[in-house]
Structures are given as structure tokens and as C-alpha cells.
């Protein structure tokens, strides 16, 4: 497994990061033993990034991983996120510091090493209030997040990157932290790469590419849309089903269609669908880590193995940017 760096923070990350939500739901509906076992194998692989969050099965993601953890012992980095609302930021700093001990006893641990804001951020002017990056970047949420940074309880600070790309481009451009998860995936790949105006799936701003320029670490959310881009027939029984895909001006079919577009072009390199998607998302330069939603040990080995062939050359990856041209 290939080790990249987590933007100026200079930490060295695995280039495919253990995902612990809802969409691949093993940390939440997987029996303990698989969890264990999961785990063990994306150690040996060399993944040294698991990702998870307070929201996730309202807590249990939390706890499932800190048991293995605590179990297995291993020397990795952990990331959770704080689902914080309009009225929490109301409450002031101790409602967060109230939220995030409570992430920090479900997972077992003093401290976590990637900590986000976990929310939509609205543009501003915007007459939804919630998430807007005036809220974001200043006041409470960010002073309390500073304050678990110099208490050595969260190394580095991050965000979601959801809701209007203005507003997730405003708060980047603050300079406020260190990382963001961004929707990245080979169906819109708008985050790293210009699309027509025609694009008609939320477009993302080449946000990416933004971040990176503030030297921001850029973890990748969704590179196998919920699944819509990985070719497979079905689920997995523990996935999440065909979940709402985040983003707007697209749907979980819309993106299986536009799937479609670009299974040929991994049909004639010979790999599956789901390979074509993890490499095209280990691609952009800018990536510090691509995290995979884990149902089962199968699906992390096959991620590791994907990313050990490496990026996919440039002219494979402009065609399939070019195949999400609406007007072709």
C-alpha cells in the first residue's frame, strides 16, 4: 500500500483509507468477529486510515471500531466527525466539547488524529441557516475545534465538503483547516476536472484542486457512488442499499446510467468496473487518501489490490472525464 501526504501537514496517509459508514455497514451491522478480522487484513495491507463518525448508526460505528481497536492495538490513524447543528453552535463551545467526549468515549480514546465538521455548508445568503461557512470558520464551532487541537485531543481539523460548492469553496479558501473530505468519483469527476455547463450533476468547482492549492489534505468520499459505480449486481447484505447519493442533480440510477458510459472503457483495459473507479480516483495527484466503504474483508482486499496497479494512464483518464459530457 502506497503511503501519500495528508497536504502540509506533512503526516504520511494510506492512499486508500478504511471506511466506516453506513454505505458499506460492517462497523455497524457486522458481527464482531468479522469486524476483527477486516481489520487485522487492512493492517497487513498496509492501511493505516479508518474513518468513522458520531452519526454513523447513531453512535455504533464509533463503538464497533474503538473495540477492535482497543483489541488490535495498532499503531493507525483515526478521523471522526461531529454532526453539529445551528442550534448546537447556539449553545456555545461546551455543547461541542459536550459532543465531541462523547465520540471519544464510544471509540476509547483520548484523542482522535483527523477530527471534521460534519455538515452541509450552505453558501452564504443562503436562507437555509444551517452549515453556513460564516458559522464554519468563525465562532464556536472552529475556537472549540482549536481547542481540542492545542489540548493534543485532534491533530488535524477538516470538514465535509456537502452541501452548495460555493460555500464549501468559501470555507477552503479560509485557510481554517488542514483537510476535507470531497465527493470524488469517476461519474462526477467535477472536484478535480472542469465539466461543460451541461454537466448535470452537482458540480463540484474542481474544488479538489482548490483545496490542494491551500495545501489542504483531500480525502476522496464516495469514488464508487454508493455503489452505482462498482459494476456489482446488488448490495452486499450489509451495505446501505441504494442511498441517497449526497450531492444534487443526480440519483442513484442516474449515476448507474452514467456508469454505463464509461464500463466499456474498463471492459477493453480487461479489469472491472469497480477497479476502473478506485485507480481513477487514485489518479488526481491532489488525492491524500480514497476511502472505501468495507462490508466485508473481501471488498477491502480488493481495494488494496486495485490500488497496488497504480493510477490509470492520463489519456484513460480524460476519456472517462470526457464521457460524463452530457452533449457528447
Avoid: W
Wanted: with cysteine.
Amino acid at each position: 500500500m502506497r503511503q501519500r501526504t495528508l497536504g502540509k501537514t506533512g503526516q504520511a496517509i494510506s492512499e486508500i483509507g478504511f471506511g466506516c459508514g453506513s454505505v458499506g455497514g460492517l462497523m455497524i451491522r457486522g458481527e464482531h468477529a468479522d469486524q476483527v478480522h477486516a481489520v487485522e487484513r487492512a493492517l497487513e495491507l498496509g492501511i493505516t486510515y479508518f474513518d468513522t463518525a458520531a452519526s454513523y448508526g447513531d453512535g455504533v460505528s464509533e463503538q464497533s471500531l474503538g473495540r477492535v481497536l482497543q483489541e488490535l492495538r495498532p499503531n493507525v490513524l483515526v478521523g471522526t466527525k461531529l454532526q453539529i447543528d445551528a442550534d448546537d453552535i447556539a449553545q456555545g463551545e461546551g455543547r461541542i466539547r459536550e459532543l465531541f467526549g462523547q465520540s471519544l468515549a464510544r471509540l476509547n480514546r483520548e484523542g482522535v488524529d483527523l477530527l471534521y465538521y460534519h455538515g452541509r455548508i450552505r453558501k452564504a445568503g443562503s436562507d437555509d441557516r444551517r452549515g453556513l461557512p460564516s458559522d464554519v470558520v468563525n465562532g464556536p464551532l472552529l475556537d472549540a475545534f482549536k481547542g481540542f487541537q492545542r489540548e493534543g485531543r485532534a491533530r488535524f481539523l477538516g470538514f465535509t465538503g456537502l452541501g452548495d460548492t460555493e460555500g464549501v469553496i468559501e470555507v477552503i479558501d479560509s485557510g481554517g483547516f488542514d483537510q476535507f473530505h470531497c465527493y470524488y468519483n469517476a461519474v462526477n469527476p467535477s472536484a478535480g476536472y472542469a465539466m461543460p455547463t451541461t454537466f448535470a450533476p452537482q458540480n463540484m468547482g474542481q474544488m479538489m484542486v482548490r483545496a490542494a492549492e491551500q495545501g489542504m489534505g483531500v480525502l476522496a468520499i464516495r469514488i464508487l457512488a454508493a455503489g452505482a459505480a462498482s459494476g456489482a449486481e446488488g448490495p452486499h447484505p450489509l451495505a446501505g442499499g441504494r442511498q441517497g447519493v449526497l450531492i444534487s442533480g443526480t440519483d442513484y440510477d442516474s449515476d448507474e446510467q452514467r456508469a454505463e458510459r464509461i464500463r466499456p472503457i474498463a471492459e477493453e483495459l480487461g479489469i472491472t468496473l469497480a477497479e476502473l473507479s478506485i485507480r481513477f480516483a487514485l489518479s488526481r495527484a491532489e488525492l491524500s487518501c480514497a476511502l472505501v466503504g468495507v462490508s466485508s474483508l473481501y471488498q477491502v482486499e480488493f481495494a488494496a489490490q486495485a490500488a497496488e496497479q497504480g493510477p490509470l494512464p492520463d489519456e484513460i483518464v480524460l476519456r472517462i472525464v470526457q464521457a460524463n459530457d452530457d452533449e457528447r
